[in-house]
């Protein structure tokens, strides 16, 4: 298989795919119903131009006859009054009209047979168009019906374009959020264990630390004093005292 050949079986599988996915049936039967529709209009058409002939013809053979009648009463005028050449030649009008209107009468024929014939299609195509759409309407219903019902099933399934959106968005909000309490609880791990300062604290803060080391240190100060009282009497603490004067 050549080069070419190939290319252009590519292309028209790739047509005709694009085509089988912008196609939409209902419009397609919308479509053929609209030209079956014009079709019946064009035999109606042809029903009634065919019928207009025949009436024409009709009046053609109408007049032909009046003429004939005429000349048939001038012909037995004239033999009544002995001129037997007028009545000749009055017969002789008359007979070449009637082969006029055997002409006529033949095309007449000819223009009903083809009247009815027309007729009978067109009643043939109009039941064909009305059951076309019948058809055509349920089968637009239940097209509707089947998308809509697909539609529900790909949304609670999940696997729809504007669902699968959907899920993805959930999905990054929770990634988000979890992210944020990690943070927030390492942060606070961070400002207990002193790690990081905490920038809002206000200067009572600091009083308040300053009277816990105090408090602290006092209750040190009386606890050790306590030990050496238990250990060697009482001397202890006047050498203690003047231990802190000496650094006062």
């Known amino acids: 298989m050549g080069i070419m050949k190939r290319m252009g079986m590519i292309f028209r599988a ?11 049936p209902r419009e397609t039967l919308d479509y053929s119903y609209q030209k079956q529709l014009e079709l019946l209009q064009k035999v109606r058409r042809g029903v009634a131009d065919v019928a207009t002939s025949r009436k024409r013809v009709e009046l053609q053979i109408n007049q032909l006859e009046q003429q004939g009648t005429k000349l048939q009463d001038q012909a037995k005028k ?3 009054a002995n001129r ?3 009545a000749r030649e009055a017969l002789t009008r008359r007979s070449g009209l009637e082969q006029q209107i055997s002409d006529l009468q033949t095309q007449h024929a000819a223009l ?5 014939k027309l007729t009978l299609a067109s009643k043939r195509l109009q039941a064909k168009v009305e059951s076309f759409r019948t058809r055509k309407e349920t089968i637009k219903a239940t097209y509707t019906a089947a998308e809509a019902q697909t539609q529900i099933t790909e949304a609670f399934s999940g696997i729809s374009e504007e669902m699968g959106d959907v899920g993805m968005a959930i999905q990054r909000a929770e990634d988000k959020t979890a992210q944020l309490q990690a943070r927030s609880g390492a942060v606070d ?3 207990a264990s002193g790690a990081l300062d905490d920038v809002t604290a206000g200067p009572n803060d600091d009083i308040s630390r300053e009277l816990d080391a105090l408090a602290s240190s006092s209750s040190v100060d009386a606890e050790l004093e306590a030990m050496k009282k238990q250990l060697g009497g009482g001397d202890a603490k006047p050498a203690i005292d003047a231990k802190k ?3 006062a």
């Open 245 to 247: 004067e000496d650094e």
């Open 14 to 24: 790739k047509a005709n795919k694009a085509l089988d996915k912008a196609e939409d």
């Open 112 to 116: 009903q047979a083809e009247e009815e």
């Open 84 to 86: 037997e050449d007028l």
């Open 189 to 191: 791990e961070l400002l």
């Open 78 to 80: 004239a033999l009544a």
